[in-house]
Antibody, heavy 121, light 107 residues
Framework: EVQLVESGGGLVQPGGSLRLSCAASGFTLSSYAMSWVRQAPGKGLEWVSAISGSGGGAYYADSVKGRFTISRDSSKNTLYLQMNSLTAEDTAVYYC??????????????WGQGTLVTVSS | DIQMTQSPSTLSTSVGDRVTITCRASQSISSWLAWYQQKPGKAPKLLIYKASSLESGVPSRFSGSGSGTEFTLTISSLQPDDFATYFCQQYKSFPYSFGQGTKLEIK
């Protein structure tokens, strides 16, 4: 069974950092592109970042470019999102999502349960 | 960037109703459109991809249509389990973008 389990969320002060993890099972992470999508409380979905399964690079939303870094560890079959210089606007549930393709340009056919990040003093 | 606009934002409906949700793209996305269903406190679930292809395991009362800039999600006969929020998403180009969502409420 294909499954994604996020962890690493929590309460962090403005300007702080946090690293989210997404453990994959039932498939090989490096065989698919992966994304992070977030949802602020009571709001819609916002795509944050994507990484190619083929090592072909990464993309970021303008709202996080220069502050967030997406990466993966193939040996652990785990996706990461390093988040720096956090602001209140980054408060959201963060989902990892599996792309249907190894390269970019597919839809999200599997989602994790989400992990809540709260940025507050 | 491609903007996605859904309508309506909220729809009061009843079990057995035929429901249609519209999604418009600010520029042509061919058929690179997906629809997701989300229930409170849960992750989104894929319903439709490539505008009209039904994801495996999704009931056949769900259907999608459209291409270019106008798309629709139709639920032929609403069931109690279908009261949820629905999002469209374009995956033609980065940044990927979602519609703002359509919430189906019980009338």
């Amino acid at each position: 069974e294909v499954q994604l389990v996020e962890s690493g969320g929590g309460l962090v002060q403005p300007g702080g950092s946090l690293r989210l993890s997404c453990a994959a099972s039932g498939f090989t992470l490096s065989s698919y592109a992966m994304s992070w999508v977030r949802q602020a409380p009571g709001k819609g979905l916002e795509w944050v970042s994507a990484i190619s399964g083929s090592g072909g690079g990464a993309y970021y939303a303008d709202s996080v470019k220069g502050r967030f870094t997406i990466s993966r560890d193939s040996s652990k079959n785990t996706l990461y999102l390093q988040m720096n210089s956090l602001t209140a606007e980054d408060t959201a549930v963060y989902y990892c999502a599996k792309d249907s393709l190894i390269r970019f340009g597919g839809y999200f056919d599997c989602w994790g349960q989400g992990t809540l990040v709260t940025v507050s003093s | 960037d491609i903007q996605m606009t859904q309508s309506p934002s909220t729809l009061s409906t009843s079990v057995g109703d035929r429901v249609t949700i519209t999604c418009r793209a600010s520029q042509s996305i061919s058929s690179w459109l997906a629809w997701y269903q989300q229930k409170p406190g849960k992750a989104p679930k894929l319903l439709i991809y490539k505008a009209s292809s039904l994801e495996s395991g999704v009931p056949s009362r769900f259907s999608g249509s459209g291409s270019g800039t106008e798309f629709t999600l139709t639920i032929s006969s609403l069931q109690p389990d279908d009261f949820a929020t629905y999002f469209c998403q374009q995956y033609k180009s980065f940044p990927y973008s979602f519609g703002q969502g359509t919430k189906l409420e019980i009338k």
